[in-house]
């Protein structure tokens, strides 16, 4: 087994402060502005992560396993405020009063640990935040999200869509949002050895009913991170990544230990029709992992589906705390162009862009409709000896294949939270974009503000805190009066 001690800093030296850090929850104005925030920049952004790697003696192995917290930064006319709150989920407070840990984790188990109804996971609520109808959700891996107060963060309590969900209805980190009526679409996998199954569920936006819960067979229990939508399908990328859930449930496994990367089995797209649920096709794509899609569009009879694709899956990289990306995976952005009546692809593309990088985000005036732009967070020393971390935003365009409008943070520095787009409403060419930076050397944080056009000229805005936080997952922007 690889201990921290064995692996050298290589190219991310001091990672460790960002799994060490000890958060503050509250609330205050960003004062320590260098540059200048755009005056479009008007609304709410909205990051989740996790935040918490310890609990008394015992330490945490996996980024995934840590406790999540939620950022609010409100743009207004007076200037920018910053919230920052733990999500008091199920596992928080009842660790939080028991002084210790009591549930296991994505990659972490311990003697005595707990599961809920003794066959999934506490969820720490640490990957996700979406407004939904008056609520702020906070997701995690497959459960129920926690809602929150939209202003204080303040955590009001499981959600249960109304008791159409219950405590163990498999549900993802990753819902996505009609951009015509608004409706949430989300998924959850059972993970069962012999019936595995994906459910996929449609919530009305204006009732907040269920619309209609449609259950798809699966071939194998695979672990499946994100979907996308585009105006009239639904488009899952199904990696052989096989989850041995029985092995969690008797073995004392953790959801790490229990998967199993089966590339030999290849991968495929389901694609689903969006208006009923209904399955409509699947097609092989190879044998590739993807953990997030990027976007997808009709172009007449045809069905445009991109992905960020892996050489193989990126969880293990994950652990061992604090030495993340030690044998990274090389990421390539692929196209396919797939025939709406035979389900075939009929021509693929790529973007010569091979670093190991994540968190792939596009203008969401954009989403389900035809685009060329998007952005993301690359580890720019990809296939170096060592730890590595995200250090490289990314501007990456489908017409230019292999130009790339690239900035690094330098040493020391490392990035997290996707690059959300914040467009201009008076000018659809123009836009910026926001992640987050640590100084590990300074144990300081901030929030960066791109030209999303001109990433290459390095952040125009840099919004420091009062306080150093952990660095996030995904994030999501809403304009002042959305």
């Not at 200048?36 to 008007?42: I, K, L, T």
């Amino acid at each position: 087994m690889t201990t921290p001690q064995e692996v050298a800093p290589g190219a991310a030296p001091l990672l460790e402060r960002a799994f060490d850090l000890d958060v503050v929850e509250g609330s205050w104005a960003v004062t320590d502005v260098e540059g200048e925030v755009p005056p479009y920049v008007r609304g709410t952004y909205y990051l989740n992560g996790p935040s918490r790697f310890r609990r008394g003696d015992l330490a945490y192995r996996h980024w995934l396993d840590g406790d999540g917290a939620v950022t609010r930064l409100h743009f207004g006319a007076g200037g920018v405020s910053f919230t920052h709150r733990f999500v008091r989920s199920t596992k928080w407070l009842a660790e939080e009063e028991a002084g210790g840990a009591l549930f296991r984790t994505f990659g972490t188990a311990f003697e005595g640990d707990q599961l809920k109804r003794g066959i999934a996971l506490e969820s720490p609520a640490n990957v996700s935040a979406f407004r939904w109808r008056d609520e702020l959700l906070a997701f995690g891996e497959q459960g129920l999200p926690f809602s929150l107060d939209p202003e204080s963060l303040e955590t009001r309590g499981e959600y249960t869509f109304d008791g159409r969900l219950n405590a163990v209805s498999p549900l993802s980190a990753h819902p996505c949002f009609d951009a015509a009526t608004g409706d949430m679409l989300n998924f959850g996998i059972s993970f069962s050895k012999r019936q595995p199954s994906l459910s996929l569920y449609r919530f009305d936006a204006a009732t907040g009913d269920l619309a209609y819960r449609k259950r798809h067979p699966l071939s194998a229990p695979c672990s499946t991170h994100d979907f996308m939508i585009s105006g009239e399908h639904v488009i899952f990328y199904l990696s052989p990544y096989v989850l041995d859930v029985e092995g969690l449930m008797a073995g004392g496994k953790t959801i790490m230990d229990g998967l199993a990367w089966e590339p030999g089995r290849g991968t495929e797209m389901l694609v689903i029709d969006k208006a009923t649920g209904d399955r409509l096709g699947t097609v092989p794509v190879g044998d590739r992992f993807c953990l997030h899609l990027i976007n997808a569009f009709e172009d007449g009879d045809h069905l445009v589906v991109d992905v960020l694709e892996l050489e193989r899956p990126v969880y293990g990289q994950y652990q061992v705390l604090p030495d993340l990306f030690v044998d990274e995976p090389r990421a390539l952005p692929v196209r396919r162009i797939l025939d709406r009546k035979t389900w075939q692809v009929v021509e693929t593309a790529e973007i010569d862009y091979t670093l190991c990088a994540d968190f792939p985000a596009v203008d969401p005036r954009r989403d389900e409709g035809a685009y060329d732009d998007f952005w993301l967070l690359g580890i720019s020393r990809t296939g170096e000896a060592g730890r590595k971390f995200f250090d490289q935003v990314a501007h990456l365009r489908w017409s230019s294949p292999g130009a790339h409008d690239t900035w690094n943070a330098g040493n020391n520095r490392y990035l997290g939270g996707e690059p959300v787009f914040l467009g201009d409403p008076s000018d659809p060419g123009r836009g910026s974009v926001i992640c987050q930076e640590l100084d590990a050397e300074a144990r300081a944080s901030a929030f960066l503000i791109f030209d999303a056009f001109d990433i290459a000229a390095g952040p125009r805005a840099r919004l420091r805190l009062e306080h150093p936080m952990p660095l996030g997952f995904h994030a999501a922007f809403y304009p002042e009066g959305a």
